[in-house]
């Protein structure tokens, strides 16, 4: 099945390298993120921020089915390191080099940059995808087919959360707000909404699902 990019560029290049992927979706972590602090205090205080910008063909299926980010969906070679480049998007972080992903879903229909940004290179060659976590995710948004938000999650600000696209709808995969149940090993997600439940035991803390190609289970994304 083809892989299928519509709007954003299937290899990195160095005239590509510093733009920001063409996206729809966007989950936007912190390397250390305490909600008890401002967002200030996590963007100072973290190696690395990082960035997964999806364009999807259908935001509002990936939303009731879930969206997951699997081994699978990593386009092999497709990574590198860059040095002194920074899309706009890092405008006025400390950061200063970047390394950069491609995903792709052909099923679901979407693909995705994956941008990691750091001061230090050294972060950056010891990021590993598996390793991002939900608990530290700050920052989540989607738009629909006008280009208009459409779901919104804020870890700092948990009464800025909405979802007018499926309101009330408890959603799964890498969807920070709302859960049905807690499968969290690294804290309480930020104690998401009244109701939280613990009655599974897993992974779900995790970014990236499987564990064949990735590393072990505990608490990341995949």
Same mark, same amino acid.
């Given at each position: 099945?083809?892989?299928?990019?519509?709007?954003?560029?299937?290899?990195?290049?160095?005239?590509?390298?510093?733009?920001?992927?063409?996206?729809?979706?966007?989950?936007?972590?912190?390397?250390?993120?305490?909600?008890?602090?401002?967002?200030?205090?996590?963007?100072?205080?973290?190696? =690395?921020? !990082?960035? /997964?910008? *999806?364009? &999807?063909? @259908?935001?509002?299926?990936?939303?009731?089915?879930?969206?997951?980010? %699997?081994?699978?969906?990593?386009?092999?070679?497709?990574?590198?390191?860059?040095?002194?480049?920074?899309?706009?998007?890092?405008?006025?972080?400390?950061?200063?080099?970047?390394?950069?992903?491609?995903?792709?879903?052909?099923?679901?229909? =979407?693909? !995705?940059? /994956?941008? *990691?940004? &750091?001061? @230090?290179?050294?972060?950056?060659?010891?990021?590993?995808?598996?390793? %991002?976590?939900?608990?530290?995710?700050?920052?989540?948004?989607?738009?629909?087919?006008?280009?208009?938000?459409?779901?919104?999650?804020?870890?700092?600000?948990?009464?800025?959360?909405?979802?007018?696209?499926?309101?009330?709808?408890?959603?799964?995969?890498?969807?920070?707000?709302?859960?049905?149940?807690?499968?969290?090993?690294?804290?309480?997600?930020?104690?998401?909404?009244?109701?939280?439940?613990?009655?599974?035991?897993?992974?779900?803390?995790?970014?990236?699902?499987?564990?064949?190609?990735?590393?072990?289970?505990?608490?990341?994304?995949?």
């Amino acid at each position: 099945m083809a892989l299928g990019f519509r709007n954003q560029p299937k290899k990195i290049t160095k005239s590509n390298g510093g733009q920001t992927a063409l996206l729809n979706i966007a989950f936007c972590f912190y390397s250390s993120l305490d909600t008890n602090k401002s967002s200030t205090h996590g963007l100072q205080s973290s190696r =690395w921020e !990082a960035r /997964l910008m *999806v364009d &999807a063909r @259908d935001v509002s299926s990936d939303m009731r089915k879930g969206f997951w980010l %699997l081994p699978e969906h990593e386009v092999k070679e497709s990574g590198c390191i860059l040095l002194n480049t920074l899309p706009t998007v890092f405008k006025d972080t400390p950061w200063k080099h970047t390394r950069r992903y491609i995903f792709a879903d052909p099923k679901m229909q =979407w693909t !995705a940059h /994956l941008i *990691v940004a &750091a001061k @230090d290179t050294a972060d950056l060659a010891s990021f590993k995808v598996p390793d %991002l976590r939900l608990d530290q995710m700050y920052y989540a948004w989607a738009n629909n087919k006008q280009g208009m938000m459409v779901y919104q999650y804020c870890a700092y600000k948990l009464e800025r959360n909405f979802n007018t696209m499926h309101e009330g709808m408890p959603m799964d995969g890498l969807w920070p707000w709302r859960r049905t149940a807690a499968e969290f090993t690294n804290g309480d997600f930020g104690n998401l909404e009244e109701g939280y439940t613990d009655d599974k035991k897993g992974n779900n803390n995790r970014v990236v699902k499987g564990r064949q190609s990735y590393a072990s289970s505990s608490s990341t994304l995949l």
